[in-house]
């Protein structure tokens, strides 16, 4: 069992940064692949990055490619989203998953734990 707790969600102006975190417990974070989802209202929930259980494979949505930087700290049971360059567009709930299989990240059925969501706000 993992729980997932997001953080560091806000109100931003365009063109500025957030960094988000996801703080896991359990002693097996370490063996899961991680991904940052998220979610407008009345839109469905959509993949923007993930990493392998070693951060050393990352994957990006087109939409956030080149302003988004994903990666984890497995000492800390933490994986962070920064988000530079931010959009009107970004503005959503952020979601990170876990997921055991490692495969296909940018699918959300292939997640097995889910957090709360954090939302991301982002004026123009």
């Known amino acids: 069992q993992v729980q997932l707790v997001e953080s560091g969600g806000g109100l931003v102006q365009a063109g500025g940064s957030l960094r988000l975190s996801c703080a896991a417990s359990?002693?097996?974070?370490?063996?899961?692949?991680m991904g940052w989802f998220r979610q407008a209202p009345g839109k469905e929930r959509e993949f923007v990055a993930a990493?392998?259980?070693?951060?050393?494979?990352?994957y990006y949505a087109d939409s956030v490619k080149g302003r988004f930087t994903i990666s984890r700290d497995n000492a800390k049971n933490t994986v962070y989203l920064q988000m530079n360059s931010l959009k009107p567009e970004d503005t959503a709930s952020y979601y990170c998953?876990?997921?055991?299989?490692?495969?296909?990240?940018?699918?959300?059925?292939?997640?097995?734990?889910w957090g709360q969501g954090t939302q991301v706000t982002v004026s123009s």
């Open positions: 998953a876990a997921s055991g299989r490692g495969l296909r990240l940018w699918l959300l059925h292939e997640y097995d734990y």
């Open positions: 359990g002693r097996t974070f370490s063996s899961y692949a």
């Open positions: 990493l392998s259980w070693s951060g050393g494979s990352t």
